[in-house]
Nanobody, 126 residues
Framework: QVQLVESGGGLVQPGGSLRLSCAAS????????IGWFRQAPGKEREGISC???????TYYTVPVNGRFTMSRDDAKTVYLQMNSLKPEDTAVYYC????????????????????WGKGTLVTVSS
């Protein structure tokens, strides 16, 4: 059974940093596409980063490119390092996954993924 559990959210001042973790179980990360998404209050969910086993390249959307870094340290944990945080980064952050490298990250950013964690809240405020 695929499970994703996010942690690491909290309150941080503008310009600060935070690292989110996503603990994965029930599947092997090497064979799944995995991504981070977020949903700000009153806004639609948006994709922010994704890595596909198709090419191993990590993709970032424009709002976070250059500030956020997605990584993993083993077969079970994925991270999102967030630097230079802005108030507009305030959102619930989700990790998500879909089996295989069948679609591009752009596809998943648009249509979502198959499995989702419950999310962790990040609040950027002074």
């Amino acid at each position: 059974q695929v499970q994703l559990v996010e942690s690491g959210g909290g309150l941080v001042q503008p310009g600060g940093s935070l690292r989110l973790s996503c603990a994965a179980s029930g599947f092997t990360l090497d064979y799944y596409t995995i991504g981070w998404f977020r949903q700000a209050p009153g806004k639609e969910r948006e994709g922010i980063s994704c890595v596909s086993p198709r090419d191993g390249i990590t993709y970032y959307t424009v709002p976070v490119n250059g500030r956020f870094t997605m990584s993993r340290d083993d077969a079970k944990t994925v991270y999102l390092q967030m630097n230079s945080l802005k108030p507009e980064d305030t959102a619930v952050y989700y990790c998500a996954t879909s089996p295989g490298p069948y679609y591009s990250c752009d596809y998943y950013f648009t249509f979502g993924m198959d499995y989702w964690g419950k999310g962790t809240l990040v609040t950027v405020s002074s």
